[in-house]
């Protein structure tokens, strides 16, 4: 599966954005598909999951705890093979290049970057004060 993530751009705090996340190639409902964000000098981190029907989704990073519950919401749409990252309220700290990722071994949810076989390019989110 290829994976393209669109969407990102510059808002202010505050503001709402919808990242988009295409999918060719195989059944796309096969794959689990995760968003994860790097911030310049930062670990990549994990921001939501989804299962591969879209009844699951996961918020809380294993590693950190961190939970982006509330403000960000995960979904899916099958028949258009597109993942979807709902952000509200955004901050200056969200500001980071955001990725999809997408998992086809297990219907498992994993907040693991490396339980991630394929990766789209990335796409910029810049949240200004």
């Known amino acids: 599966v290829q994976l393209q993530a669109y969407g990102g751009g510059l808002v202010q705090a505050g503001d709402s954005l919808r990242l988009s996340c295409a999918a060719t190639?195989?059944?796309?409902?096969?794959?689990?598909v995760g968003w994860f964000r790097q911030a310049p000098e930062k670990e990549r981190e994990f921001v939501a999951a989804?299962?591969?029907?879209?009844?699951?989704?996961?918020?809380?990073?294993?590693l950190t705890g961190r939970s982006m519950t509330g403000r960000f919401t995960i979904s899916r749409d099958n028949a258009k093979h597109t993942v979807y990252l709902q952000m509200t309220s955004l901050k200056p700290e969200d500001t980071a290049v955001y990725y999809c990722?997408?998992?086809?071994?297990?219907?498992?949810?994993?907040?693991?970057?490396?339980?991630?076989?394929?990766w789209g390019q990335g796409t910029l989110v810049t949240v200004s004060s």
């Open positions: 990722a997408a998992e086809g071994d297990t219907a498992s949810l994993t907040t693991y970057a490396s339980g991630y076989d394929y």
């Open positions: 190639g195989r059944a796309f409902s096969s794959y689990t």
């Open positions: 989804i299962s591969r029907s879209g009844d699951s989704t996961w918020y809380v990073d294993s």
